[in-house]
């Protein structure tokens, strides 16, 4: 029975953009268990975007990640040992223990998975967090119609590029823009957009708009928000909505941004833009997961993972979100 454990730490409040010194990989004994606990190793961890935020001092719906302690995250692992009448070893679970290849867990927050119905690791990509909120997002926040031009940014990541396909399925004309030419022909090539374009080789985001959106845009699905975003407030519709789900592009500023104020286009546009987080439907999950994994079977939905291997590159692999590095969902293989 192995008794080490390695966990990633965070080391430091990152200042801008993290580095890897953030971290740090720690070894620790793995605790015995008591009544009513179980052992799980972990086989994948998923890094997001959304880890920004908890590394920083800034108020949210969750503590922040105090210095020394475990990176959060979601997790899937196998029971390797238990003391939890409701857990063998060898179920594979869904939870939450973050960076570290071993924890000891109660059972409070931990789900099962069932490997027979999809690997595990789409329990934290299509199925998982990323796939609620492309599903929930688009179409209670963004009430698509056929016939709807929908925008998407950072479409090739693991919430946009499951975007663009819904919108399809929903009849809509999809457009996208990600961060390299691998990432544009991927999207029109492979997953079905109308159009893409790499919005680092546009210099006018005004008229490449004009350009791949000749008709307005009816829906923007928000991941970056930033300059590209400032000109699609310019580009939309009459009853245009915009889906505010993330601003990667501000995620490692340390002065808050100002401005432009293009709030006079929601005016003359009758428009709405409105911010949401996927956890507001987490009653729906289930149903979520059932679409998804339908489209899935029906080969109406792709989805790409990037792995990388070895838990001591889960800060890199956070960091490379970042730097575009990721094709659709971004996942680190820690065992198994
Ligand atoms: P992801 O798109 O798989 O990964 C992040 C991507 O963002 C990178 O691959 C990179 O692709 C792009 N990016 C990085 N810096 C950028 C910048 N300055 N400008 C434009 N693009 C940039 O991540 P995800 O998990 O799917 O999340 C996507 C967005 O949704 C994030 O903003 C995240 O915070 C948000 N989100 C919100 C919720 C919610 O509940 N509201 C839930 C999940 C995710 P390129 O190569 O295209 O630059
Ligand atoms: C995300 C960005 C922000 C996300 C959640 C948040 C689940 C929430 C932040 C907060 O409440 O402070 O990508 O994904």
Redesign the pocket.
């Known amino acids: 029975m192995t008794t080490v454990n390695r966990q990633i730490v965070l080391a430091a409040r990152p200042v801008g953009l993290p580095k890897p010194s953030d971290f740090r990989l720690v070894e620790t004994p793995v605790p015995g268990l008591t009544e009513g606990q179980f052992l799980v190793k972990t086989n994948f961890l998923s890094v997001?975007?959304?880890m920004r935020?908890?590394i920083s001092e800034?108020?949210?719906?969750?503590e922040p990640v105090q210095i020394g302690q475990v990176m959060v995250g979601g997790t899937v692992g196998t029971v390797v040992e238990s003391r939890h009448p409701g857990y063998q070893a060898g179920n594979t679970v869904v939870g939450y223990w973050g960076w570290q290849e071993y924890a000891v867990v109660d059972g409070q927050g931990i789900e099962r998975f069932d490997t027979s119905l999809a690997r595990m690791s789409t329990t934290l990509g299509v199925l998982g967090?990323p796939g609620m909120?492309a599903y929930f997002g688009l179409l209670e926040i963004g009430k698509p119609k056929p016939g709807d031009t929908v925008f998407v940014s950072g479409a090739a990541g693991a919430v946009g590029s499951l975007v663009g396909q819904i919108a399809k399925i929903k009849g809509c004309r999809v457009v996208g823009s990600a961060g390299s030419q691998q990432k544009v022909d991927y999207l029109t090539g492979e997953l079905g957009f109308d159009a893409a374009f790499n919005y680092k080789e546009v210099k006018d985001y005004d008229a490449k708009l004009q350009e791949v959106c000749p008709g307005g845009i009816d829906v923007y699905f928000d991941n970056v928000g930033g300059p590209l975003t400032d000109a699609v407030f310019t580009q939309i519709n009459v009853g245009a909505r915009i889906v505010v789900?993330?601003?990667?592009d501000q995620?490692n500023a340390t002065r808050p941004p100002r401005g432009p104020r293009l709030f006079w286009h929601l005016i003359v546009k009758q428009a709405r833009a409105e911010g949401f987080?996927?956890?507001q439907f987490a009653g729906r999950f289930r149903e979520g997961q059932q679409q998804m994994a339908e489209w899935i079977k029906e080969d109406r939905v792709k989805y790409q993972e990037t792995i990388v291997d070895g838990l001591e590159y889960a800060p890199a692999a956070f960091i490379g979100l970042f730097h575009g590095e990721n094709m659709g969902k971004q996942l680190v293989r820690v065992s198994g």
């Open positions: 997001d975007p959304y935020g908890r800034a108020k949210s719906y969750a967090m909120t789900c993330g601003q990667i995620y987080l996927v956890f």
